[in-house]
Every structure is written in C-alpha cells, then in structure tokens.
C-alpha cells in the first residue's frame, strides 16, 4: 500500500467544471464525481431543483500526493471561499493492485 492524500469536495455543480479545470491544470489526472448529492451545512438543508438543476451538489474526490496537494490547496481555498462548498482533506493507504 501507499500512503497518499484524499480531497473530497461538495460543490454547487454549476461549479464543477471550474473545480475539475483547477485540478487538470494542477496535474490531476483521475478523479470521482458523484452528482446531485444533498446534505445540511451552513447554509441548511440543499436539495437541488429536479427539473431546473438549479441548487444541485456535486461530490468529487481524487488522491494524490502529499506535495501535489500543497501545490493545489491555496487555489481550492479561494475557489471554495467564492462559490462555496466544503473541502475534506485526508490521509489515506491506495491498494495498489
């Protein structure tokens, strides 16, 4: 196994496309999305519109590298601080198979 590190984000997914070009631009090259996910923050309870998409979350994790992520972390702060959303970083052992 190998240690590496897991960033886990919950964005509104009119925000999505951002958060995976910051990432690629960054050097990630694979990452998970789930869509229209829904959960209680700040904010309160979000559930998205079905029929317009409006107010959807998206969940996206990828892992990486303890310096990758220092490289990306600063740029996911600021676009977490203007579009809102939460980030979880943690440690995490890949199987490599």
Do not use: A
């Amino acid at each position: 196994m190998k240690r590496m590190k897991k960033i886990e984000v919950v964005i509104d997914t009119i925000h999505l496309e951002h958060l995976i070009s910051l990432l690629e631009n960054r050097g990630f090259t694979g990452y998970t999305v789930i869509k229209d996910v829904y959960g209680k923050g700040e904010r309160g309870l979000m559930i998205g519109d079905e029929v317009t998409g409006v107010f959807q979350n998206s969940y996206l994790f990828t892992i990486c590298e303890e310096q990758q992520l220092n490289d990306v972390i600063e740029d996911l702060r600021k676009m977490l601080k203007k579009y809102g959303g939460v980030c979880i970083v943690s440690d995490v052992d890949w199987l490599i198979h």
